[in-house]
């Protein structure tokens, strides 16, 4: 950090639409920390329940009393973003978010054709298997078969739970299944047994070593918690599939994973469809959905609400 001088943060707080369930326990607005230098913003925002740090962390590494620790990733993303210019438009294909009780669910599932998404994601691990199955099938059935279907389990599942899901769905057409075991060290095992694609998302955290998951189908880039470009270049092959995600940022890290998304997948449908949970935004202009893509036309900050923190 002593490498950016005359850098400023301010603190922010954005309300949810609706409560959004984050490891489990109900949040009701997002908080976070934005850093400007030199006219140019970054969003260093750490996800409770999922980032190693919290905002305290980030305030205390800014202010340079964290006592000798690594950077905080959230922190390392926003300065290592700062250093980039960004773009005067971006535009990055959408992967469409179903969230909400089943009725919502399978109502946007119905909607993801026409708003051109190449891709949606369906959480699960959340309710009853039988539940679950059936409502998988029910959306895979509403997508026309252009459109893939990727699940993510947040590492819900033992073996023999994830074993049942999988046979069961069998003949069910899906990408892949984000980290479905509570064992990342057994997905080899559910792959040779089941045949269907995992992708890694939390094992990822902490630079795991990828040797032991050589048929891995993604990665789940998500540079809030990651830490920023420098981790995500070294992170697997040029081969591998990123694919880049939020951590309901506001839309100045989401412009900013744009950016990496762009540079590092372009094509790849990414995780960005989170803005809509918010009641506002720290931009002036929000990036939009429009024909399966969010679309970035202009990166200019509204800074009344933002507390200032430093200098």
């Known amino acids: 950090m002593s490498s950016i001088a005359g850098i400023n943060a301010y603190r922010f707080r954005i309300p949810f639409r609706r409560n959004v369930m984050l490891a489990g326990t109900p949040v009701s607005q997002r908080e976070g920390i934005l850093l400007e230098h030199n006219g140019r913003w970054a969003e260093a925002s750490p996800l409770p329940g999922f980032s190693s740090e919290s905002i305290d962390d980030v305030i205390a590494a800014l202010r340079g009393d964290y006592n000798n620790k690594p950077v905080p990733a959230a922190l390392s993303f926003a300065l290592s973003s700062l250093v980039e210019p960004m773009p005067t438009r971006l535009q990055v294909p959408l992967n469409g978010l179903l ?28 309710n009853a298997l039988d539940s679950e199955i059936r409502l998988v099938r029910q959306v895979r059935d509403l ?10 389990a947040n590492q819900a599942w033992t073996f023999e739970e994830a074993e049942e899901f999988f046979k069961r769905v069998e003949g069910v057409d899906i990408e892949y299944v984000e980290e479905p075991l509570q064992d990342p060290d057994q997905l080899e095992k559910l792959f040779a047994t089941t045949g269907i694609g995992y992708a890694l998302d939390e094992s990822l955290k902490g630079g795991n070593s990828l040797e032991k998951w050589p048929n891995v189908t993604a990665l789940i880039c998500k540079p809030t918690i990651l ?69 970035l036309e202009e990166f200019a900050v509204n800074c009344e609400s933002l507390e200032r923190l430093l200098p």
């Not at 089943?102 to 708003?115: G, V």
């Not at 920023?228 to 092959?237: S, V």
């Not at 720290?282 to 679309?295: A, D, E, F, T, Y």
Request: hydrophobic fraction near 40%; proline fraction near 4%.
């Open 143 to 152: 997508l026309p078969a252009d459109i893939h279907l990727r699940l993510d």
């Open 99 to 126: 969230l909400g009780d089943e009725t919502q669910i399978l109502a946007d599932a119905k909607n993801c054709s026409q708003r051109g998404f190449a891709a949606v994601k369906l959480k699960v691990g959340r």
């Open 227 to 295: 830490g920023g470009r420098k981790a995500i270049a070294e992170l697997g092959t040029e081969e591998t599939m990123k694919v880049f995600s939020s951590a309901f940022e506001s839309g100045v890290g989401i412009a900013r994973i744009m950016q990496l998304a762009a540079e590092f997948s372009p094509g790849t449908p990414a995780g960005l469809d989170t803005l809509a949970y918010m009641k506002d935004d720290l931009l002036i202009r929000s990036p939009s959905v429009r024909n399966g893509s969010l679309i």
